[in-house]
């Protein structure tokens, strides 16, 4: 290479310099490297500046809310780690568990019936007939029966039908079933709450525990022993296990189906939980919207799950189970043997109104 070659890249070179330093000068640049001109406590590209801090990237990384101007609560979360937990344990444990019991439900009443067989009326029909349930109370019970066998069935299909279902029928049969269960589901619920309230109007005062249930628990009445009878007014124990369940169950699962059903609205475990606090529990009281909306999930899940579980036992017991149970619900007429053996101290009560009916 030349020397005058040489010079002319030189010169090249140190116009090329000059020409970026005056550009950097027009437009603010600095000509330094960045990390240097920082000072102490600034983060790298100064983008918040020394409001950046561990403080607030531990509360965006726990989803705290209002971190950013975002005014929509649910937006100003940024990251929701709760969600993995959630489904975890609603694809894990729940629908585990849940799938054993109801399995083990069905085993337990296959058991029954092969070693019990069908509960007989022991004194064999009467045929003289008595009314157990009048037409009001049949309509409340066959209400919330059906309502809730629709809503059972579309309700497992949310947590078991991809696994189920999809594989056999296929996803567009899937997808039209799932679709159409979820409207049934969401309107149905509200006939399954009217069901429940008129039960608990018509049949409260029958469902208070009183002494005769102990004595019926303990002979765990007479179920698995042909002759035990134990006394009975119009509701035995078992019966009233199942009428609370229904009642105390069926309402906390209207209340977490509404709250799922108008997302974000309600803030009921935030609230529950700070009342359980002070009576010593040491519950997060303190929930985003989008937790509210997890834990209503889950505990409609195992109430749901629960409540069907209890449900399959009271339709074996009221059908094949039990000879004479059906008609009480059917009819409404049942056989005075039946009644006799199953609630005695009820068809006294009935029999005493009728004669002092009769006698007035
Ligand atoms: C779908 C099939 C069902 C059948 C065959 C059935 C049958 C019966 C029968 C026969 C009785 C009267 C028992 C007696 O005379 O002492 C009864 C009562 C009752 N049923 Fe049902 N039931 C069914 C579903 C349901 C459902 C789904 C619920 C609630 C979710 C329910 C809640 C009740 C309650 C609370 C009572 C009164 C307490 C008791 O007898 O256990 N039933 N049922």
Redesign the pocket.
């Known amino acids: 290479m030349t020397s005058s070659h040489c010079f002319g890249r030189l010169a090249g070179i140190a116009l090329a310099v000059f020409l970026f330093a005056g550009f950097a000068a027009a437009t603010g640049m600095a000509l330094v490297p960045e990390a240097a001109a920082q000072q102490a406590g600034q983060v790298p590209g100064n983008t918040l500046g020394t409001s950046s801090d561990s403080d607030f990237w531990r509360q965006v990384r726990q989803g705290q809310q209002g971190q950013v101007s975002i005014p929509d609560a649910r937006a100003g979360v940024m990251i929701q780690s709760e969600g993995d937990n959630w489904r975890a344990f609603r694809n894990g444990p729940l629908s585990l568990y849940g799938a054993w019991a109801l399995l083990g439900i069905l085993i337990l009443l296959s058991l029954f019936f092969i070693l019990r067989g069908r509960i007989k009326v022991e004194h064999g029909l009467s045929g003289k007939l008595i009314e ?2 009048n037409s009001v109370e049949r309509f409340a ?1 066959w209400l ?2 059906t309502s ?2 629709v809503l059972a069935l579309t309700g497992l299909n949310v947590l078991y039908g991809r696994y189920a279902l999809l594989p056999v029928i296929g996803p567009d049969a899937f997808s039209a079933i799932t679709i159409a269960g979820k409207y049934l589901h969401n309107y149905i619920a509200f006939a399954f709450m009217v069901g429940v309230v008129m ?1 608990f109007v018509l ?1 409260v005062k029958h469902n208070i525990p009183n002494r005769l249930d102990l004595v019926w628990l303990a002979k765990a009445g007479g179920l698995f022993t042909k002759g035990v009878h134990p006394s009975s007014k119009k ?1 035995n124990a078992g ?1 009233k296990v ?2 609370w369940s ?1 009642i105390l169950g069926g309402v906390s699962i209207s209340a977490s189906g509404i709250a799922l059903l108008f997302p974000f609205e309600l803030h009921m475990f935030g609230k529950t939980f700070a009342v359980l606090n002070m009576f010593g529990a040491n519950l997060p009281a303190d929930l985003t919207v989008m937790q509210e909306m997890q834990l209503s999930q889950l505990w409609h899940s195992i109430v749901g799950l629960a ?1 069907i579980v209890i ?1 399959i036992a ?2 074996y017991i ?2 094949i189970g039990m000879e004479g ?2 008609d ?2 059917g009819s409404g007429m ?1 056989d005075e043997n039946w009644a006799k053996e ?2 005695d101290l009820w068809v006294e009560e009935v029999q005493a109104r009728q004669a002092s009916a009769g006698s007035d």
């Open positions: 157990r349930f019970h919330t029966a809730f066998v039960m049949w509701f019966q199942i009428f229904v409540l449900i009271h339709i009221g059908s149970a059906f009480a619900m049942v199953h609630h």
